[in-house]
């Protein structure tokens, strides 16, 4: 390794060797470090092996940048680490990790909880940010996890149950269990306070299922919007045109009857669409029971995935990319949640969010014949629900009766857009 003296001027000019991060020995000081990056940024460090010569493990203690730690206050914070590992046996990096864990705050959690959980692998991700800023955030944020405690959930519970609703202090209380399992299962707690606490009400499963008349006239205004023009597109307001992604994905929900997450982050590389017989193949990593999911796509759908793939951008891999980073990301699953509400408002119809678009599609199979099984196939289920026989040792794929339960739902939701409203 190279080394540096103890020399403020010197230490000042160091480079990185070769363009690559260099870490230099400063000469006369034990332990001392500098690293030197190819950005120019230099960082005092201390080396040393917490069980002495003979313990093959060495760690970093990190002093602070080199521009505002001077080399005098470098070489007193080395001197204070190497005493404390040879003359007290004490481990300078493992109590800063202890004592950082103490000061951890709830906040802190649900923010390393969400980047590194819950932003790369849950669907709802953007809801549950949403729930934490306006229901939990003001309550937790600032309080440490060594502080929190079960009575003071269970009150936080009871109280948001009576200044919102039951059903909201339940999700509140869900997403609080989830960051705190999470917390537990990474080893930065011992115990899960919010454990098994009872739920503030009973939770109801969703009931709504759109009827023939709003299934027209939600169909009926997007078809409206292909020709709408100008003003109409320039702000988020009463009448404005949904984008030409956000309506396809509207459509699709209702033709197929997937989750909202599977539709709007569709790729092109999903689609077969030549060929009489087209498919959309979803990945196990993006589905709710991680397996791959084949869809035949009837007539009306294919030509929805066609155009869409059509206005995206031939360097997205993509099929709904987002208008700032179309090489990146998607639209995000709660856009749509909003332009729906925004959409049934101004039709004063009632609410209806896309996973009623799933119901609706499930209830009108179940109301044209199609058997229980090919509608679970359909809205691929859990395999678990379909029975230990079905789903480990039947492995035909059903494209057949799928295809069949989908074109009648088709031919029966062309029937509905064409009569009047």
Not at 2 to 16: D, Y
Not at 204 to 226: F, H, Q
Not at 277 to 289: D, F, H, L, Q, S
Request: include cysteine.
């Amino acid at each position: 390794m190279p080394s540096l003296k103890a020399n403020h001027r010197q230490i000042m000019a160091a480079q990185p060797i070769d363009g690559k991060r260099t870490r230099y020995r400063i000469e006369g000081v034990p332990g001392l470090w500098l690293s030197v990056c190819p950005s120019g940024k230099r960082t005092w460090y201390v080396r040393y092996q917490p069980g002495g010569r003979d313990d093959r493990v060495f760690r970093q203690y990190t002093i602070g940048d080199a521009k505002t730690v001077g080399l005098a206050t470098a070489t007193k914070a080395a001197h204070d680490v190497v005493n404390k590992v040879k003359v007290h046996d004490r481990d300078p990096v493992s109590e800063r990790v202890e004592k950082k864990r103490e000061n951890q705050t709830f906040g802190d959690l649900f923010e390393d909880w969400y980047e590194r959980h819950a932003k790369p692998k849950l669907a709802r991700h953007e809801t549950d940010r949403i729930y934490y800023n306006r229901h939990l955030k003001a309550e937790f944020d600032r309080k440490r996890l060594a502080d929190l405690k079960r009575t003071e959930i269970a009150r936080f519970r009871d109280k948001l149950a009576g200044k919102a609703t039951p059903l909201v202090s339940n999700e509140a209380l869900m997403l609080l269990n989830r960051v705190l399992n999470w917390a537990l299962d990474e080893g930065m707690l011992e115990a899960n306070p919010a454990a098994r606490l009872r739920r503030a009400g009973k939770s109801k499963p969703r009931e709504r299922v759109l009827p023939p008349g709003d299934i027209t006239k939600l169909w009926n205004t997007l078809a409206a919007m292909e020709s709408m023009t100008g003003d109409h597109m320039a702000r988020a307001e009463k009448g404005r045109m949904l984008s030409l992604a956000t309506r396809s994905i509207i459509r699709l929900l209702l033709l197929t009857g997937q989750r909202r997450s599977e539709v709007v982050e569709s790729r092109k590389s999903e689609l077969q669409l030549d060929g009489s017989e087209p498919v959309w193949m979803i990945p196990g990593e993006r589905t709710k029971n991680g397996l791959l999911h084949r869809l035949p796509l009837c007539p009306m759908a294919a030509d929805e995935f066609r155009k869409a793939v059509d206005a995206s951008p031939a360097k997205s891999p993509f099929v709904f990319p987002s208008a700032e980073n179309p090489l990146r990301t998607t639209v995000t699953p709660m856009a749509i949640t909003r332009a729906m509400a925004r959409v049934v408002a101004e039709l004063k119809i009632a609410r209806v969010s896309p996973h009623d678009l799933r119901r609706t599609v499930g209830t009108e199979m179940a109301r044209l014949g199609v058997p229980l099984h090919v509608r679970s196939l359909v809205l691929n289920h859990s395999p678990q629900s379909r029975g230990v026989t079905e789903a480990v040792y039947n492995r035909y794929a059903y494209d057949k009766e799928k295809r069949e339960a989908l074109t009648m739902w088709e031919v029966e939701l062309a029937a509905l857009v064409r009569s009047p409203q």
